[in-house]
């Protein structure tokens, strides 16, 4: 466990490997509600809080439970109800302690149940961290960390896509690359200029 | 003299400048570090050039004509888009190359937008980076100056970065372009002479190429070198896209922030992220991927250094 | 009868669920380098959703409404095990390639938006020929992604090289080109939906 291990984590996931552009992943909301920078900063910022909050919990089921059961194929199974447990139950906390920031992010709680970023970075860590059945050193410390990134990255491409976005709603887009495609066509764009960081070393 | 007894609406003074005006200027002060760039590496750079302009102003037309929109080719946008785009390629690739990018910049990076003054990238860019990633068989290997054959070397950047002894180059050598590199950025005089010009004529502001350059020469010169504070920032000034793409890049009108604030917040982002690739980077140039990125973050820069209305807190 | 024909084709065209609906798009955009994981991707996709398709028509039922969405994940999750230690078994050079988008299937729209908005209302054969629509019309709008990026980004398909002498597009192999693909096929769509009406 040292910095640099940390530092290139932050990089190839927030930059290199972006969720959105590189992984692919939660790409729906990304193109439904990158329309308006706040609600894609609420939603950001709910998918950071879950992805983070969800990579520790499932570093620990799969460490724990899978693992010295000989589990390891219930992976999958296991890792989507415990999200789903995860997020309803961050959202009843939420909604218990603080109504504001319920009414700010709380339905996009809901929608973040089946977002494919949460699994993902979920899948991603026990893949990157374990080998052969045995986690690595520090592995949960750098799957909390990649897990937290991984949502920097989401928020990264959500909050560019956003303004981007409402700058086009005054532009003369044509008529069948509106919303959808320009979207795809944009994060494309934004891809390419992404790969600038590649090869980033140390 | 009837007319001029009659009172229009105001505005009464009128400066005789229009878009076609400005944007014919720019095509003109980029001249110069053209007819360097064939001069250093032959007549390749001259067909280079040349096609990059053709296809850039035959897709726009194509494209116009497609969606009904006003035929705008004229006003030479599409020509400054080529040339940038040939400008920022090596002499020696093959004559298809400037041309697949020309078609790129113009339809994805342009027309998708809706055309003249919606682009959110700078288009010559987008298509530069786009052939970067298709071919960079092509895109990485540069003519030698003053051969005029298929004789290639290393850019000074690219041997730096592969650890290569470097050839002796003196600034002298750098400023004129006696080095490898893209078409238009290896002769900074030219460049600085057409610079010159669009900044006398008051078409592009200080702000962004002042604080990109200063930028990247003070990262470069405090984290160049294995010791701090001991950079070889004027190298780097001198070297790769930097001056082309601080004077004729970053100062796109479309894709850069609004404001003054905004401009130097701009160009230090162009300035930072340049460094940062060139150092730590797997490219051993970054002036393109830099104004990119600071382009997708225009919108937001441009959010939260809106000039306050008066009257209003 | 005719109905049931209906139920089977509109998957395919009138109700893609890619270039239509623009649902379960990240599988799409990952593995559609070649046409031979493009084609691996659309079986795997295409045996849960009919699988879990086939099973939630018949316990449908016994199901509580509150808590139906959990036992609809449940349900698919059981066929993405299924398949995911078929692929590990049988094809790991397949599982090596499709990587972590085979449990990501779990949470592909496609399959949970089968579930809720038609197989927990119809019968078993509708939503049998349903599911089976819904995966063709996913796996060929897999392959003809990725027939365009594994041609224009490595001028071959399938492994067989189709024209001497192209320079090969680099960048549709990679995630900005196949951004670029989904973006331009949609809008290519939409165009020829605006021209019909």
Not at chain 1, 95 to 114: D, E, N, W
Not at chain 1, 152 to 176: D, F, Q, W
Not at chain 3, 80 to 86: A, D, P, R
Not at chain 3, 179 to 196: A, D, E, M, S
Request: aromatic fraction near 12%; proline fraction near 4%; glycine fraction near 8%.
């Amino acid at each position: 466990m040292n910095v640099q291990a940390f530092l290139s984590i932050f990089i190839s996931s927030v930059f290199i490997y972006n969720v959105i552009l590189s992984r692919f992943l939660g790409l729906c909301p990304f193109v439904a509600i990158s329309k308006n920078t706040k609600q894609a900063f609420a939603m950001s910022a709910a998918v950071t809080f879950v992805i983070t909050a969800a990579s520790a919990v499932t570093w620990l089921i799969y460490r724990f439970l899978l693992l010295p059961f000989n589990l390891a194929y219930l992976r999958t199974l296991s890792f989507v109800l415990v999200i789903a447990a995860l997020v309803q139950l961050i959202e009843m906390v939420i909604r218990k302690t603080s109504p504001v920031l319920y009414r700010a992010f709380g339905i996009y709680l809901t929608l973040i149940t089946t977002n494919c970023a949460v699994l993902g970075a979920a899948v991603l860590n026990i893949d990157m961290f374990f080998v052969n059945g045995k986690a690595v050193a520090g592995s949960f410390y750098y799957s909390v960390f990649q897990g937290f990134c991984m949502g920097l990255g989401y928020t990264l491409a959500m909050l560019i896509m956003s303004g981007i976005r409402e700058r086009l709603e005054l532009c003369n887009v044509p008529k069948a690359l509106k919303d959808f495609p320009l979207a795809f066509i944009i994060a494309s764009v934004l891809s390419l200029s992404f790969m600038g960081f590649n090869g980033f070393k140390f | 003299m009837r007319n001029k007894l009659l009172v229009s609406g105001s505005p009464h003074i009128h400066k005789n400048e229009s878009v076609p005006r400005i944007m014919w200027t720019v095509v003109l002060s980029t001249i110069p570090a053209g007819i360097a760039g064939v001069i250093i590496f032959g007549l390749s750079a001259l067909w280079v050039i040349l096609l990059a302009v053709i296809a850039a102003v035959a897709t726009e037309a194509v494209f116009e004509v497609w969606t009904k929109n006003k035929i705008t080719v004229m006003d030479g946008s599409a020509v400054i888009t080529g040339i940038l785009l040939a400008y920022n390629l090596p002499p020696n690739v093959p004559l298809w190359l400037p041309i697949a990018g020309s078609v790129f910049s113009i339809a994805i990076g342009k027309q998708v937008f809706g055309g003249l003054g919606q682009n959110i990238f700078n288009p010559a860019l987008v298509g530069r980076v786009f052939l970067m990633a298709s071919w960079p068989k092509y895109m990485t290997s540069f003519a030698r100056p003053f051969s005029y054959d298929a004789v290639t070397s290393a850019t000074p950047l690219a041997a730096l970065k592969e650890g290569k002894v470097l050839e002796h180059l003196s600034y002298l050598d750098l400023f004129l372009g006696k080095r490898g590199g893209c078409i238009g950025e290896v002769c900074i005089l030219a460049l600085l002479i057409g610079a010159a010009v669009l900044l006398y004529k008051g078409y592009i502001s200080w702000h962004i190429p002042a604080s990109y350059i200063l930028t990247t020469a003070v990262f470069m010169y405090i984290f160049g070198a294995k010791q701090l504070f001991h950079g070889d920032w004027l190298f780097h000034v001198l070297n790769g896209g930097l001056i082309l793409g601080a004077f004729f890049m970053a100062t796109d009108y479309v894709a850069t922030p609004l404001t003054i604030k905004g401009q130097l917040i701009f160009g230090v982002g162009c300035g930072l992220l340049t460094a940062i690739i060139r150092i730590w980077g797997g490219y051993p140039e970054g002036v393109s991927y830099a104004i990119l990125m600071m382009n997708a973050a225009t919108p937001f820069i441009d959010r939260y250094t809106k000039n306050r209305i008066y009257g209003t807190k | 009868m005719k109905s049931l024909i209906k139920e089977f084709t509109k998957g395919i065209i009138k109700e893609n669920p890619t270039f239509v609906l623009a649902l379960g798009l990240c599988p799409t955009l990952a593995v559609s380098v070649s046409v031979a994981n493009g084609i691996g991707m659309g079986v795997a996709a295409t045996f849960v959703l009919l699988g879990s398709s086939v099973i939630i028509s018949l316990v449908k039922n016994f199901i509580p409404n509150k808590i139906r969405i959990p036992c609809f994940i449940v349900i698919i999750a059981t066929f993405v095990t299924i398949i995911e230690l078929c692929l590990k078994a049988y094809s790991p050079v397949l599982d090596r390639a499709l990587g972590i988008y085979v449990p990501l299937i779990v949470v592909n729209c496609i399959v949970l938006g089968r579930a809720e908005a038609f197989a927990c209302k119809n019968n078993l054969l509708s939503s049998f020929l349903d599911g089976l629509g819904m995966g063709i019309g996913f796996t060929l709008a897999l392959i003809l992604i990725s027939a365009i990026r594994e041609f224009l980004g490595s001028g071959q398909i399938l492994g067989h090289t189709l024209i001497k002498g192209f320079e090969p597009v680099f960048v549709f192999g990679m995630p900005s080109g196949a951004l670029l693909v989904i973006g331009l096929l949609l809008g290519f769509f939409n165009l020829l939906r605006n021209r019909k009406t």
